[in-house]
């Protein structure tokens, strides 16, 4: 994980939710994220299910400092969220509850 790096943090329950994360510091085992915006790619015709990539050009207030979890190359972003270095893919998002 470096600085530059984009995560993505799905989560939900009835639904599957997602949130982009910009690596902005990054010590040996600490790293500071701002949460950026996402773009709809692809939609149900409705947007609430379809296909979303991260949106750098939208930049959030939230800034979190995380620990990066050993041997896993990601982080903790809450009890139900954990960030995972982005593949460059389309993520899928269903806001259906």
Avoid at 30 to 49: E, L, P, R
Avoid at 79 to 95: A, K, L, M, R, T
Wanted: charged share 30%; hydrophobic share 35%.
């Amino acid at each position: 994980m470096k600085i530059g790096d984009i995560l993505v943090a799905k989560f939900g329950y009835n639904c599957t939710l997602v949130d982009f994360y910009k690596v902005i510091n990054r010590t040996p085992k600490m790293v500071t994220v701002q949460k950026i915006g996402s773009k709809i790619v692809s939609h149900d015709g409705y947007g609430q299910a379809g296909y979303v990539v991260p949106d750098d050009s939208v930049i959030e207030d939230e800034i979190l400092k995380r620990k990066i979890i050993d041997g896993r190359d990601c982080i903790k972003i809450s009890d139900y969220q954990y960030g995972y270095i982005w593949d460059g893919n389309e993520v899928h998002f269903d806001s259906y509850d």
